[in-house]
């Protein structure tokens, strides 16, 4: 089953679940915010991303700036950032889309194609 972390209010999530509704791809809805990824579970969708950590940031969220993450994630050690982004989901980026294959966090529609295709 596909899972899906989403915030309500973020206009990308509302655009990305529409996306997948009108594909007609069934999937677990996750809120962000209340149910967000726990430590262990960042490392696993990390690893299985492929991708550098810093993707897993929001990097245009409220809290990331107000915490000056952009001047502090380039001293911090991969264990520091996880555990800062296990603390909050707000700091995730999002949607963050879990595949069997793959996990793809932010909403470009021509990679959510490819990740959703059976």
Same mark, same amino acid.
């Given at each position: ?29 996750? @809120?962000?915010?209340?149910? &967000? #990824?726990? /430590? ?5 969708? &990390?690893?299985? *991303? ?19 993450? *952009?001047?502090?994630? #380039?001293?911090? *050690? /991969? ?15 999002? #949607? ?8 793809? #966090?932010?909403?470009? /529609?021509? @990679? ?7």
């Amino acid at each position: 089953m596909i899972k899906v972390y989403c915030y309500a209010k973020c206009t990308t999530c509302k655009k990305a679940l529409k996306w997948l509704d009108d594909n007609k791809v069934e999937y677990q809805l996750l @809120d962000i915010k209340e149910e &967000h #990824p726990d /430590e262990k579970t960042l490392r696993q969708l &990390h690893k299985k *991303s492929g991708l550098a950590l810093r993707k897993f940031f929001n990097t245009s969220g409220i809290l990331y700036r107000e915490m000056e993450l *952009s001047k502090k994630l #380039p001293e911090m *050690s /991969e264990d520091e950032m996880f555990k800062l982004l296990a603390s909050d989901g707000m700091l995730v980026k999002r #949607p963050l889309l879990i595949t069997k294959d793959r996990v793809l #966090p932010g909403f470009k /529609e021509e @990679d959510w194609k490819a990740a959703v295709q059976k």
